[in-house]
C-alpha cells in the first residue's frame, strides 16, 4: 500500500456510520488499515455495517447530539482500539423546513447535531491527537455552506457555520499536528437526500448543473476522504474540499 495513503495503525471515529456517507467513509478507512469505530443511534444498521466489513471494526451506539451522555460516549468510542487519532463528522439532519415554517424544536435539533456535535466531540478527543502530535479531524461542510436552496435555512446555517468552524479549528490545533478539513459533497445519492433523487425532474436539474452532468454517487467521496485523513494531507488544513462534480465552478 502507497504510504501517502496508508492508515494502519490508527484508530478513526465515523460518526453517522449507519449509512450514507458516514458508512462510507467508514468503510473506506477500515480498507486502508485503520481500526474504525463507528457511532450512530441505530443499533441494528451499525451491527450489520461491522458484520459486513472486512478489518477492524467496532460500534457504539449513541446520539452525538446529546451533551449530557457525550462524556460516556466518548469513553465507549475509545475502548475498543484506544483513543482515535481521527475524526469524522459525518452524522446530519435536514428538516426541510421552508423559513416561514421552521420551527424552535427543528432549529434547534439541526444546530446540536450538525455544528455543535462536531465541535465538541472533537474537543472531547483533541488531547489524545496532541499528545500523538498527529490527528485528522475531518467535517462534512454542504453545498449550502455557499449556496442556498429552498427549504434548507437551518441546515443552511449549521453548514456554514461548519465551513467557519473547520477554520477555526485548524487555527486553534493545527500546530499539534491536528489536520482539520471539511468535505463539501454535490447532491450525493443518500438516505438524507432521497426527497431530491425521489423526483427525477429535480435530480435531473441538479445533474445538468454540474460541470459532470451526473449526480454524485457515494463512492466518489472514498478517494478525497482516504486524502484528508492520511499523511498525504500533512500540508493541507482549514480547507474546505467541493467534491460536487463542478456544481460550484458554475
Known amino acids: 500500500m502507497d504510504p501517502l495513503f496508508d492508515l494502519s495503525g490508527r484508530v478513526a471515529c465515523v460518526t453517522g456510520a449507519s449509512s450514507g456517507l458516514g458508512r462510507a467513509a467508514a ?12 457511532v450512530a443511534r441505530r443499533a441494528d444498521k451499525l451491527t450489520e455495517w461491522v458484520e459486513n466489513t472486512p478489518g477492524q471494526t467496532a460500534m457504539a451506539v449513541g446520539d452525538v447530539a446529546d451533551r449530557d451522555a457525550l462524556s460516556d460516549l ?29 420551527t424552535a424544536e427543528g432549529w434547534d435539533a439541526t444546530l ?9 466531540l472533537a474537543q472531547a478527543f483533541v488531547p489524545a491527537m496532541k499528545a500523538r502530535k498527529w490527528g485528522r479531524i475531518v467535517n462534512f461542510a454542504s453545498l449550502q455552506s455557499r449556496r442556498a436552496f ?33 468535505v463539501a459533497p454535490g447532491f450525493v445519492r ?53 467534491v460536487d462534480g463542478g456544481y460550484t465552478a458554475k
Open 27 to 38: 468503510t473506506a478507512l477500515a480498507a486502508r488499515g485503520a481500526r474504525v469505530v463507528g
Open 112 to 120: 446540536a447535531l450538525n455544528l455543535s456535535a462536531p465541535f465538541f
Open 190 to 242: 443518500t438516505e438524507l437526500t432521497g426527497p431530491v433523487f425521489a423526483n427525477p425532474d429535480i435530480a435531473n436539474h441538479h445533474a445538468n448543473a454540474t460541470c459532470i452532468g451526473r449526480n454524485g454517487e457515494v463512492d466518489d467521496m472514498e478517494g478525497p476522504m482516504i486524502f484528508l485523513c492520511s499523511p498525504a494531507s500533512n500540508y493541507v488544513t482549514g480547507q474546505v474540499l467541493f
Open 74 to 102: 466518548v469513553a465507549r468510542v475509545s475502548y475498543p482500539f484506544g483513543a482515535p487519532d481521527i475524526l469524522i463528522n459525518a452524522a446530519g439532519i435536514n428538516t426541510r423546513q421552508a423559513a416561514d415554517d421552521v
Open 150 to 182: 429552498a427549504g434548507g435555512i437551518a441546515y443552511g446555517a449549521t453548514k456554514g457555520g461548519v465551513e467557519q468552524l473547520t477554520r477555526a479549528m485548524a487555527e486553534a490545533w493545527s500546530r499539534d499536528g491536528i489536520m482539520c478539513n471539511a
